[in-house]
Structures are given as C-alpha cells and as structure tokens.
C-alpha cells in the first residue's frame, strides 16, 4: 500500500497497517477520518475498500482529499499537464521574493539577515507554475490534483526542520535539486467518498457513519515547548498560501500569514490552558467529540508525546461504560520529531520511545460497568498481521 503525503508532525505513515488490519473484523464500510491531515489515513482506507469522509480545517488537507478522494480522471489524464507545467520557465514574483533566497556558498541566510525555506530557482518554478494552474484548470478538482502535485513537489526541496516556522542557517542538499511535478498516486474508484473542511464539532452533528477516526494535534506534552510553536496553521502556513494564492500579509523572521496566528488559527486540541480541576482542556473536547460522534465505533489515535495524558483518555473511556480495545505500538518517530532533534531544540528527552496508542470504542455496546484496563502491544517494527482481541476495562 502506498500513500503520500508532505513533511508533517504526527504522521501515521508507520502505524497504517496495524490501523487497518485492527478494524478489519469491524465490518464496518464507511468511515469519517475527522482530523485528516496529510490526508494518508483517508488514502488507505479508500484502498482497503471503505467508503471514507476526511474532513480537516486546513485548505491544504482539503486540497489534498480532492486529489486523492474525489478526482474521477486517470493518470494518463494529467500526465501531458504536468509535463506542461514543468517546462515553464520560472518567474520572479510573489512567493520568489518572500520565500527565495540565493545559494550564497552554502548559507540560507540572506543579505536581509533573514533564512529563506527554498533557492530562488525553485521559487520562480513556483509563480511560474502557481499562475499557470489558476489558468487552465478546468475544474475544482483537477485545480486541486495539480496543487498537489505542486506542493509535493515543493516539499522535495525545500530546506528546514519539518515545518514552517524556522528555516535551515545552512542549505539542506535537497534544495540544490530542481523541483518536478509529478502526478499524484491517484487511487480511482466508484463509491461516494466526501471532503469537508469544518469544524468536526458541527460535522459530527450532521454525519452519521459505521466508524470514526480520531487523529486531533494534540500540541506537545513538553511544558518547554511554547504555544506558539505548535499550532498546526503556523506550521504549514505556506502550504495554505499556495492553495488559495492570495498574497497575504505576512510577518516574522519566517514570513508567515498573519492570519495564522495563535490566537486567530489554534484549536481547542492543541490548548494549553487548564479547567478548575487541573485537567487540560483538551481532554474535555476529546470526551465531548466520542460522545457526540453518530458512529458504531470511533478509534481515537494517541501518541504519548502528547499534551493530553494517557491516564486522562482512560478516565474518560472508564466514564463512558463501553467495550474499548486499547492496541499500544511502538514505532519510530514522526518526521518532524526525527528532524528537529538534529537542531537540539524543546527535546523531551524523558519521553523515551514513541509509542502510539489506538483506542477502538465501541460506541453501540451494552453500557456496562469497567474494570482496570488491559493493553494489547505491537510492535510494528515487525508487523505481522493483527488478530483484534477483546480487551476491555
């Protein structure tokens, strides 16, 4: 199975085989991935056979479930397109003169005394090719395979941490490399999946599926760590510049959106602030979101680095009285993790191995009372295909 996707904090990437093999004796057929991402969650399931609703706030993620859930057109389709777009000569404009920057022997930053994410070559392929699309896209959906193909592209060769909020002082050797378009791994099918970008407290009330995955940022559990570099707007704040293409007004040393601010873009997943009680508010949205879900089951994704606790989600889960199966892995970390412990920045080093957990709740059970809970490990560095067990507490 093969998905694709960007750089992204929190990629499930790794964990996508145990995903699909654990809610295999479900039986279930359709499926919300409610905080879909990169969306390659949403692409796995559409080829595992189920009928999938990926939803995400972001304009990106909106952009890529269009590509890979809802485009009709093969790939021979685009091919003669993307040939086209690669052999336009690059312009500067725009993005070129916020984002691009000269090779200057090595260093990234520029005689603004400011880095730049990718090498004017690649940036004027970029106001080239972005302006072309508006162009001659003929609809919503073959403008949106061909963003995508665009921001992969770009991603290939950019030079930073993972995300952008801080660019490299020295260039990545990638960003020597000429950025090309390739066409996207469409995945082409008859059933009626769906793409939305809302908040997933108003989509649940209006969506009603077999089951719901839950994937929420959590935001970092390191108390270092400020807020402000964590909220997932800021971190692919450029990637939403290139879907809608509006020039924005930008500020800071990375030229980012003003409109992706803490206060403007966060989410009630990645607060940091705490009720009465000492909890974090997240923990509260988590409970409100499995309760409100209209689904059979609902599998909630959690990574131990998050902010919310592992003790927390299982008060919750005792609180609602139904069957959970609790599947704990160990797996290697995201990208952005691997990538910014090479810059020895906010590493919680206490943290020792990822471990990933997912929590299957079986929403349309018996209400019954709960014992201590058990958990199931995996180890899906040696993956072999897993056999559901019922673990309940």
Known sequence: METQGIKYTGSKREILPALLELIKPLNVKTVLDGFSGTTRVSQALKQGGYTVYANDIADWSEVFGECYLLNKKPANYYLPIIEHLNKIPGKYGWFSENYGGEPNGGSAIQKDGRKRIWQLHNTKKLDAIREEIDKIARDRIEKSVLLTSLIIAMDKVDSSVGHQVSYLKKWAPRAYNTMKMEVPH????????????????????????????????????NELMPPSRVRYASYYHIWKTICLNDKPKLVGVANRREDVGDTISGSIFEEFRKNED??????????????????????????NNGRA?????????????????????????????????????????????????????????????????????????????????????
């Open 186 to 221: 469409l995945i082409i099918d008859d059933r009626p999946h769906g793409v939305y970008q809302k908040d997933i407290f108003d989509l649940v009330n209006n969506i009603e599926v077999d089951l719901a995955y839950y994937d929420p940022p959590y935001g970092s559990s």
């Open 278 to 303: 000492g909890q974090y508010l997240v923990i509260e949205a988590i409970e409100r979101l499995i309760k409100n879900t209209q689904a059979k089951y609902v599998v909630l994704s959690y990574n």
């Open 309 to 393: 606790t592992l003790h927390a989600i299982k008060e919750i889960l005792k609180n609602l009285k139904k069957k959970v199966s609790i599947i704990e892995m160990d797996y290697k970390k995201n990208v952005m993790a691997t990538i910014t412990r090479t810059t020895n920045e906010w590493i919680n080093e206490t943290n020792g191995i990822n471990k990933e957990y997912l929590f299957i709740i079986h929403k349309n059970g018996k209400t019954e009372a709960m014992p201590e809970i058990k958990i199931e490990k995996i180890d899906i560095r040696n993956l072999i295909p897993a056999k559901q067990q019922r673990l309940v507490f």
